[in-house]
């Protein structure tokens, strides 16, 4: 399969982003909750699957989508050579649920070169559900996204997902899957 790069659009957190060490990360060194790895993470609901309150689950998160770089919010393997790639042919569309996008901007700026940044498009819908609109608004037909709910809503809509494969996706759909960035890159190029 050899999707065109202008037909594809990419969730942030979870897979151009590994939201999830940094959340584990500051769980531990904030909140001193240090026994609980990403495989522990089985359902996109922490609270659900990990012995944290929700008010704490929260002040992480909020503090990693106010300021990602003072968290400490490393890209994902691959994720910023493979992007840079398809910034040479086409822009990129980054479509999250956050609800501000300066931040993902900030990041984007911190971990590529200018050049790239100028040819990526951050769109924040502030809603994990609001995703479809913006991505036909976009005329992308290809989406990779760590949430199986968000993925099979986008099929259920004509769009293509690619689960991007995180603990918290599996057994939760019958839907196409990438492992990695490398996987990504094998359907583009």
Not at 14 to 20: E, L, M, P, Q, Y
Not at 69 to 83: D, F, N, S, Y
Not at 92 to 98: E, G
């Amino acid at each position: 399969m050899s999707i065109p790069t202008h037909k594809i659009g990419f969730d942030f957190d979870g897979v151009i982003a590994d939201t999830a060490e940094a959340f584990i990360r500051l769980a531990c060194k904030n909140y001193n909750y240090c026994t609980f790895s990403q495989e522990d993470i089985t359902n996109f609901e922490l609270e659900n699957c990990i012995g944290i309150p929700r008010d704490n689950i929260e002040a992480i998160f909020n503090d990693i989508l106010l300021d990602s770089l003072t968290t400490g919010l490393q890209p994902m393997e691959g994720a910023v050579e493979t992007l840079c790639q398809i910034t040479e042919e086409s822009q990129v569309t980054i479509i999250t649920a956050r609800p501000i996008h300066q931040p993902v901007f900030d990041w984007l700026d911190h971990f590529f070169p200018a050049p790239a940044v100028e040819k990526i498009c951050i769109v924040a819908t502030g809603d994990h559900n609001d995703k479809v609109r913006h991505i036909q608004q976009h005329g992308i037909e290809y989406f990779v996204d760590d949430r199986a709910e968000t993925c099979m809503q986008l099929a259920s809509e004509g769009i293509t997902p690619f689960v991007f494969s995180q603990p918290w996706n599996q057994g939760r759909h019958n839907l196409q899957t990438v492992a990695n960035w490398k996987e990504v890159n094998e359907l583009l190029f």
